[in-house]
C-alpha cells in the first residue's frame, strides 16, 4: 500500500515550453501533497507543499508564476513547468501524505521521480 | 566503515562491513528523523525512523542512533551487502509541522 506515483517518467522539452509533471496516490487519498527539486548530487529541497482545494505554499525563492501547483483531487496533483529554460533541467519529486479517518498520518511516502530536461 | 559530518559525502566499504552514516540537524524544533535510500534515478525510500524522547531505535540490519545534545544522528548498517550502495540521507521534522528538511546525503558504495 502506499504507493505514489509519477508521469511522466522522463520529458525533454524545447526552451519556452511549458510542461507539465503528474503526482498521484494510487491506493490512499492525500489531502497534503509535496513538490521537490533535487540536482545531481544534492539533496531535496522542498519547492511547495500542495494542499487539496486550495492553494499551494511555497517555499520562499520558488517562483509561483513558473512553477503552477494544482491539488484538484485528494489523489492528484500536478506541477507544471512554464516557459522552460535549460536552468530548470532537473529531478523533480513529489510526495504525499495518507489522510487516514479523523486523523492525519504526516508520513510522507515518496514517487519515482521526473527526470526534466530542457534543451 | 564511517562518515564524517557533513565534509565527507562519500562512504566506501568492504561487502561484509558495518556502515555508520552520520548527519547533523540544526533544528532544536524537530521531533521526528528519518532515514531515507536513494537509488540513482529513483525516489527516496524510506528505511527508518525514531522520535526525539528515543536514543536508539533497531531494524532489520539497521539501527539509528539520536543524540539530542549535539543534534546528531547516525544510520548504522549491518553486514552491508552490494544491494546498499545508494545515497543516504537524514530529515528531521518539526513538532508543528509536516514538512521534512533533508540533509546532503551521503553517497554508500559497497565493494564485493
Known amino acids: 500500500g502506499a504507493v505514489v506515483s509519477q508521469h511522466p517518467s522522463r520529458v525533454i522539452c524545447k526552451s519556452g515550453t511549458s510542461v507539465k509533471i503528474e503526482c498521484r496516490s494510487l491506493d490512499f487519498q492525500a489531502t497534503t501533497m509535496f513538490w521537490y527539486r533535487q540536482f545531481p548530487k544534492k539533496s531535496l529541497m522542498l519547492m511547495a507543499t500542495s494542499n487539496e482545494g486550495s492553494k499551494a505554499t511555497y517555499e520562499q525563492g520558488v517562483e509561483k508564476d513558473k512553477f503552477l501547483i494544482n491539488h484538484a483531487s485528494l489523489t492528484l496533483s500536478t506541477l507544471t513547468v512554464t516557459s522552460a529554460h535549460p536552468e530548470d533541467s532537473s529531478f523533480y519529486i513529489c510526495?504525499?501524505?495518507?489522510?487516514?479517518?479523523?486523523?492525519?498520518?504526516?508520513?510522507?511516502?515518496f514517487g519515482p521521480g521526473t527526470r526534466l530536461t530542457v534543451t | 566503515g564511517e562518515s564524517v559530518g557533513l565534509h565527507l559525502p562519500t562512504l566506501s566499504v568492504q561487502e561484509g562491513d558495518n556502515s555508520i552514516i552520520n548527519c547533523a540537524y540544526s533544528n532544536s524544533a524537530s521531533d521526528y528523523f528519518i532515514w531515507y535510500k536513494q537509488e540513482s534515478g529513483k525516489g527516496p525510500q524510506f528505511i527508518i525512523d525514531?522520535?526525539?524522547?528515543?536514543d536508539k531505535r533497531q531494524g532489520q540490519r539497521v539501527t539509528v542512533l539520536l543524540n539530542k545534545t549535539v543534534k546528531h544522528l547516525s544510520l548504522q548498517i549491518a553486514a552491508t551487502q552490494p544491494g546498499d550502495s545508494a545515497v543516504y540521507f537524514c530529515a528531521e521534522r518539526e513538532t508543528s509541522g509536516s514538512r521534512l528538511t533533508f540533509g546532503e546525503g551521503t553517497q554508500l558504495t559497497v565493494n564485493p
Open positions: 510526495s504525499a501524505i495518507p489522510h487516514r479517518g479523523g486523523s492525519l498520518n504526516y508520513e510522507q511516502y
Open positions: 525514531i522520535r526525539s524522547n528515543m
